[in-house]
Structures are given as structure tokens and as C-alpha cells.
């Protein structure tokens, strides 16, 4: 091993340390200089080159500046070339400084050019605008374009391009070339070629050229290139032309699948939003053969529990709003659950055996729980917000999912599972079944079906309080809430089968999906008629649904 040139295993051992630490401290210091003293010097050289505005007297001075700011390559200057070219740029007459303007009434608000922060306030008559024309406003729309299309951030490139894209200008096209061989983002560099393409068929470029330019936004696809397709199609270049018909064609039978698709998550989507309203009736229905009337007002006990959940949080202590859901769960099961069990102990055990009576009766209790919801909390909607782990949307192709209606699916899944495990892995859920396949027989067990049934009824609606909390992410918390599912609710029932909880998720899927596909043809509303009169055909054929129960009580 070669002989250390110092004296000492480490330098900063060495008798002259302090010195030796001031020393690497100070070349700390010079590297932190190094690394920021550019940033602050293009700033500062940006503000003395944006100042210049100021001494523009004609209207080549001001290009003058537009060009010189430019050549900075700073994409801090986007926003005062934008807000020159909408004409709030302008100079303060006592001093010569240049600020964004703000406010449409004296005092005005006056911005940092750069930083965006204000920094005084002045009267109108003190300012003078910066004069320009529409020529300048060109150049400026470029001069953006320029920057932006060589910011540091991916994010503001892409948002470049796809600028660019949804506004070819041949004259970007030598600037794009040049983008595009410095691009180094793969997913960045394909949008320029892309946009590049788009600005290709609006130029006088030769034909070949073009026709590469169709090839490209054939294969990117999507609705927003059928417009510029669109525009090629008609070109008097035959070969221009018959290949912007032959992409055309072709990106129109890929939209066809993805509209498929999206109809297909709609459905989906839809179908999840019916299973969480039905699956309580389901069991209450199957269990109990209980017409529940009252089953949408406990979905609405449920949104609204949400509701007064969130404006506690909202209150007392917003830090918590992302958990308010989660919060709301067990409380709106309860709520709803508990309002259920009054329900049955109160009315319903004394009308089994007579469904027209529990008809008339639940819907009678509909009615007061509709009115009680409207003194309590007024008649009109009520705002309850989305988390912001449940807010948003993204796409996979063409298929635009929305972050909420994704989570009510998983949701609405989980529910079905706990549930099914419930049923079948439970005291209470083996009772349940017992019940519901022979009632004599479950009793002269020992098991008490009066409060099986109780508990049941309990459960069912504490599901639609639980469903309650999720719909209040999509429509609209108010006293008619659950009246626009219950109609829904039992035709999923009745078409999965009277208390089979399978037979309710396939039910409620395809009712869901059917829906969808036919809404496009023939209108929401004869839509849901088209189901309804399916629905009635369907039963005529098979009386107990999809997956009847099997059991002497339910076969009697």
C-alpha cells in the first residue's frame, strides 16, 4: 500500500486541525455558491432584462426584449410573456418598475414579474401598459412555446406538446425538430413527434411527409386526432387524402372497443352501486319474505350520518376530513342498523304472513323517516366531499375511471365477502340459513326465530346504512336519496334470486351492465323500462330467479 502523503491516517488529525476544518468548510461553502449563485444570477439577470420593458419606446424595442428574455432559455419568464401578451404587464410611472397587474378596481394589486408575489398596490392612473399588437402576440405565443418546450420538468413539456398538438402551427415545426432530437423522456419525446405530426398535415410539406405524419396519429389513436385526420381527408392530394380515410377508419374501430369498455365499467360501476343497495334487502327479502318499503330510507340514514360526520370534522378538526369515511362506517351500520331493529320489534313482527299490511306499513314508515330528515336537516341536498385519496381520475387508453367510483367497486366487493363469510363462517349465519330454509324445523332446533328475525332485519338495513355511505360520494345527499334504488333494489333481488347473496352480485352486475348499453340507444328512462319489462318476461320462465334457495320452506 502506498505511503500516505501525510503525515497522519487522517488529515484532520494533524496538529494544524483548525486550520485544516476551516479550510474544508470553506470549500463547502464555495461548492454551495457554486451550485446556487447561478440560480440567483439567471434570476437577477431575468428581472434586469424584464425591466427593460420599461425603456420601450416603439414597438421593436419591445420584441427586442421579447428576444433577448428568450435567450435566456428561463421558463420563469412564461408567465409575464403571457400576462404582457392579456396586457396586465405593465410599468409603474414614479419609478420604472415593471409589475403583473391584479384587480379590476383601484387600488391594483401589483405582482413580481417573476416570483408572483404581491408587492404593493397602485392606482391605474400611476401604471402605463406596455403597448402591443397582434404580430407581438404571435411572438409571444411562440416565445412561450420555446420555453416551455425545454423546462427542466417533464410535466411541463408534455403540457407543451400536448398544447402544441391540440394547435398545430406550421411554423413550431423547425422548433420541434430540434426538441425532438434533445428530448431525452421517451414518453416527452413521443408526444413532440406526435404533435409535430399534427402540425406536419397543416403545413405545405410534401406529400410522403405527410403521409408519415397520418401514420403516426393513426398510431397514437384517440378522439382528438380525428379532427386533424378529419382536415387531411379532404386534401387535394389523393394518396393524402385516401390515407387519412384508411386511419381515420382505423381509429374509429379501436374508439368503438374502448367505447365498449368504458360501457362495460359503467356497468360495472353501476352494477356495484345496486349491489350495495340490494344486498341488505336481500337477506331481509330472503330471511324474512318482508316487502321493506323503508329500505331506501335506511340508505339515506346512512348518507346522512356521513353528512353529520364530516361537518363535525369539518369543525372541530379538519386534519381528520381523509378519515371521515372511515369514521362514518360504523356509525351510519349502527345508526341504520338500529333504526332497523325498532322497525321490526315496533311493526313488522306483528304483521308477518300479511305482506300487504308490511307493505303498507314500511312504506308508511318511509314516509316519516323522509319527513323527520327534512325538519331535521331541510329539504335541499347536502354537501358531503370526497376524500382526497377518493378524488381524481386516470385513464388506460381511452378508458377514463374515476378514482371514486373504482373505490365504491372495491367496496362494494369487500362488503359481499364479509358478508358471505358472515353467513357461512358464523353461529348467527348458520341460524340465518336455518331460518330461512325451515323456519318450523329451526325452532323446534331451539333456535329463537323471532329474534333471528330481528337481528337479521338489523343487519340488512345496517348493510344499506354501510351502502349509504358510499353513495353519498355520488349523488346527492337529500330526503328522496334512497327512493332513487329501492324500485332498482328489488329488481336485483327478484332477478338473482330471493335471498341468495351470489345471485344478487350477478344480478346486480348485469342489471348494471344492461343498463349501460342500452342507455345509448334508447335514453335512461326506456332503458330502465327495457330491464323492467325483461325483468317480468324472466320471472314468468324462472318464478325464484337466477339461483333459487333450496329448502323445504322456500320450496313450499
Known amino acids: ?142 416565445a412561450v412555446s420555446g420555453l ?12 407543451a406538446a400536448e398544447t402544441i398538438f391540440s ?18 423522456d421517451t414518453g416527452v419525446r413521443q408526444a413532440f ?37 378529419t382536415t387531411a381527408s379532404t386534401s387535394d392530394a389523393a394518396a393524402v387524402a385516401e ?31 345496486l349491489l350495495l343497495a340490494a344486498i341488505g334487502l336481500a337477506i331481509t327479502f330472503g330471511v324474512m319474505g318482508v316487502i321493506n318499503m323503508a329500505h331506501g330510507e335506511m340508505v339515506m340514514l346512512g348518507a346522512y350520518t356521513t353528512f353529520v360526520v364530516q361537518e363535525f370534522i369539518r369543525n372541530s378538526a379538519p386534519g381528520l376530513f381523509d378519515y371521515s369515511l372511515a369514521i362514518a362506517l360504523p ?42 330528515v327534512r325538519t331535521i336537516f331541510g329539504p335541499t341536498n347536502r354537501e358531503v366531499g370526497n376524500p382526497s385519496w377518493m378524488s381524481g381520475s386516470f385513464e388506460i387508453g381511452e378508458l377514463l375511471i374515476t378514482t371514486n367510483r373504482l373505490w365504491i367497486v372495491v367496496f362494494s366487493l369487500v362488503v359481499f365477502a364479509i358478508l358471505l363469510l358472515v353467513l357461512k363462517r358464523t353461529r348467527f349465519g348458520l341460524q340465518m340459513r336455518a331460518v330461512t330454509q325451515n323456519r318450523p324445523m329451526a325452532s323446534s332446533m331451539g333456535i329463537a326465530t323471532p329474534w333471528v328475525d330481528a337481528f337479521t332485519f338489523a343487519l ?28 332498482d333494489s328489488f329488481m336485483v333481488v327478484v332477478f338473482g334470486g330471493v335471498g341468495n347473496l351470489w345471485g344478487t352480485l350477478v344480478g346486480a352486475l348485469t342489471l348494471g351492465v344492461a343498463n349501460k348499453f342500452l342507455e345509448p340507444y334508447a335514453g335512461a328512462v326506456l332503458a330502465k323500462i327495457f330491464i323492467l319489462v325483461f325483468i317480468i318476461l324472466f320471472i314468468q320462465k324462472r318464478p325464484r330467479g337466477l339461483f333459487a334457495l333450496k329448502g323445504r320452506s322456500v320450496e313450499s
Do not use: C
Open 1 to 142: 500500500m502506498p505511503a500516505s502523503p501525510f503525515p497522519y491516517d487522517n488529515p484532520l488529525d494533524a496538529p494544524d486541525r483548525p486550520m485544516r476544518l476551516i479550510l474544508l468548510l470553506s470549500g463547502l461553502m464555495a461548492l454551495f455558491m457554486a451550485v446556487t449563485g447561478p440560480v440567483r444570477a439567471d434570476e437577477t439577470e431575468l428581472r434586469a432584462v424584464i425591466a427593460k420593458f420599461a425603456e420601450a419606446k416603439k414597438f421593436s424595442d419591445t420584441e427586442a426584449v421579447i428576444e433577448e428574455i428568450v435567450s435566456l432559455g428561463d421558463t420563469a419568464a412564461v408567465t409575464a410573456l403571457n400576462e404582457l401578451s392579456e396586457g396586465r404587464l405593465m410599468v409603474r410611472d414614479s419609478d420604472g418598475e415593471v409589475f403583473i397587474i391584479k384587480g379590476g378596481k383601484d387600488p391594483l394589486a401589483l405582482l413580481d414579474p417573476i416570483t408572483l408575489e404581491q408587492v404593493g398596490t397602485a392606482a391605474e392612473s400611476e401604471l402605463s401598459k406596455i403597448k402591443i399588437k397582434n404580430s407581438i402576440r404571435r411572438m409571444i405565443a411562440d
Open 148 to 159: 416551455t418546450l425545454r423546462a427542466k420538468d417533464a410535466h411541463i413539456r408534455m403540457e
Open 167 to 184: 394547435r398545430p402551427d406550421p411554423e413550431i415545426i423547425e422548433t420541434l425538430d430540434g426538441v425532438i432530437a434533445e428530448e431525452q
Open 193 to 229: 413527434i406526435e404533435a409535430r405530426a399534427a402540425a406536419v398535415l397543416s403545413s405545405d410539406m410534401s406529400d410522403d411527409a405527410k403521409i408519415d405524419a397520418i401514420d403516426i396519429l393513426n398510431a397514437r389513436g384517440g378522439r382528438d386526432v380525428l379532427p386533424i385526420l
Open 243 to 273: 390515407a387519412a380515410k384508411t386511419a381515420i377508419a382505423s381509429v374509429e374501430e379501436r374508439l368503438m372497443f374502448w367505447s365498449a369498455g368504458q360501457n362495460i365499467w359503467y356497468g360495472i360501476s353501476l352494477g356495484s352501486v
Open 331 to 372: 356509525l351510519a351500520f349502527l345508526v341504520s342498523g338500529a333504526a332497523g331493529l325498532v322497525m321490526e320489534r315496533g311493526i313488522i313482527r306483528f304483521l308477518y304472513g300479511r305482506p300487504l299490511e308490511t307493505l303498507l306499513a314500511t312504506w308508511g314508515v318511509s314516509l316519516v323517516l323522509q319527513q323527520a
Open 460 to 487: 340488512g338495513s345496517g348493510i344499506a346504512g354501510i351502502a349509504g355511505v358510499a353513495l353519498s360520494q355520488i349523488d346527492n345527499v337529500s330526503p328522496n336519496l334512497g327512493q332513487g334504488y329501492i324500485i
